[in-house]
């Protein structure tokens, strides 16, 4: 478990800034939408990108290392 949560940790922060932000702020801190881009100073869209492309690009990084959801 300690070494998935260091996987995790490893994705989180190779993904680009705004979208780390935003996935954290989201998923970790569970604000919702419109508190998410009113803290990132961006519309609700933004948000939503930021979030969805960060999903994916975790979920890749984390399948090649064997992880799956």
Do not use: N
């Not at 702020?25 to 960060?54: F, I, N, P, Q």
Request: charged share 25%; proline share 3%.
């Amino acid at each position: 478990r300690r070494e998935v949560l260091h996987l995790i940790e490893k994705a989180l922060q190779e993904l680009p800034a705004r979208q780390r932000e935003a996935f954290l702020l989201r998923y970790w801190e569970e604000l919702d939408v419109a508190e998410t881009a009113a803290v990132m100073g961006c519309s609700a869209g933004s948000v939503k990108t930021h979030c969805s492309r960060a999903t994916q690009a975790l979920a890749r990084t984390l399948q090649a290392q064997g992880i799956s959801p």
